[in-house]
């Protein structure tokens, strides 16, 4: 069965930084794109960023220059460096695991508050 793992997540100051982490299991990790979401109490679940398979990246608006994501797929694990963090970017953050023939993965959430 498919298992996305998060890791990382805690409080951290205003223009902190923090790291996330997925392990995947039960997928054929490099061809999945891979991705970051996050949801805030009360409104809609947000993409963060994405990485395809072929290490190309995308990221919303609000977290370019801030945000990093990356993948290693000889450990099956995708990560994002957040970095210049802002009381807005405080979520439960969510891996996802997605190709075009499945309807996609997700792991259970990491809190991330960004509170001085």
């Known amino acids: 069965q498919v298992h996305l793992v998060e890791s990382g997540g805690g409080l951290v100051q205003p223009g902190g930084s923090l790291r996330l982490s997925c392990a995947a299991s039960?997928?054929?990790?490099?061809?999945?794109?891979m991705g970051w979401y996050r949801q805030a109490p009360g409104k809609q679940r947000e993409l963060v960023a994405i990485?395809?398979?072929?290490?190309?990246?995308n990221y919303d608006d609000s977290v370019k220059g801030r945000f990093t994501i990356s993948r290693d797929n000889a450990k099956n694990t995708v990560s994002l460096q957040m970095n210049s963090l802002k009381p807005e970017d405080t979520a439960v953050y969510y891996c996802?695991?997605?190709?075009?023939?499945?309807?996609?993965?997700w792991g259970q959430g990491t809190q991330v508050t960004v509170s001085s």
């Open positions: 990485i395809t398979p072929g290490g190309h990246t």
């Open positions: 039960g997928i054929i990790f490099r061809i999945n794109v």
């Open positions: 996802n695991s997605k190709t075009p023939y499945d309807l996609g993965y």
